[in-house]
């Protein structure tokens, strides 16, 4: 039991942080867990599934909590939540999704990186007005 703790804690500090755990493994049943318990709601996960067609796949659904999150901690989460999928799914690939609407909300570019969040929620979704991107500028 205490294994299981320790796993569900590096994910719960991961999820938390936007910090990497490479060392450790993690099923993707527990990563799920972690993304649709405490630690995921706290970040503004709706829910997360692994795809059934794809199961590399993992589509995460965020809600209000994620949009009240500063955008850049928004990008810094995204980019943990890939490279924590990639780590544990052999050729994992990730989408974060507005849970209302199901619009992308994390774009990523051909290497894995964050390159455009979306700075609030859509029309379709709230009712509040238009998505407006926010684009990660390269020198």
């Given at each position: ?22 060392a ?13 318990g ?25 809600g ?76």
């Open positions: 039991m205490r294994r299981v703790r320790s796993r569900g804690a590096a994910t719960a500090l991961l999820l938390a942080l936007g910090r990497s755990v490479a450790h493994w993690l099923s993707p049943e527990a990563i799920l867990a972690d993304l649709n405490p630690p995921g709601r706290a970040l503004g996960v709706e829910r997360a599934v692994r795809d059934e067609k794809t199961p590399r796949l993992l589509v995460i659904r965020v209000d909590g994620w949009y009240a999150t500063p955008v850049a901690k928004r990008r810094a989460q995204a980019g943990a939540w890939r490279e924590l999928w990639r780590h544990n799914v052999a050729q994992g690939i990730i989408a974060v999704l507005d849970a209302g609407s199901d619009q992308p909300v994390v774009h990523f570019g051909p290497r894995g990186e964050v390159v455009e969040v979306t700075e609030q929620r859509s029309k379709r979704s709230t009712g509040k007005g238009p998505t407006t991107p926010l684009k990660e500028h390269t020198n």
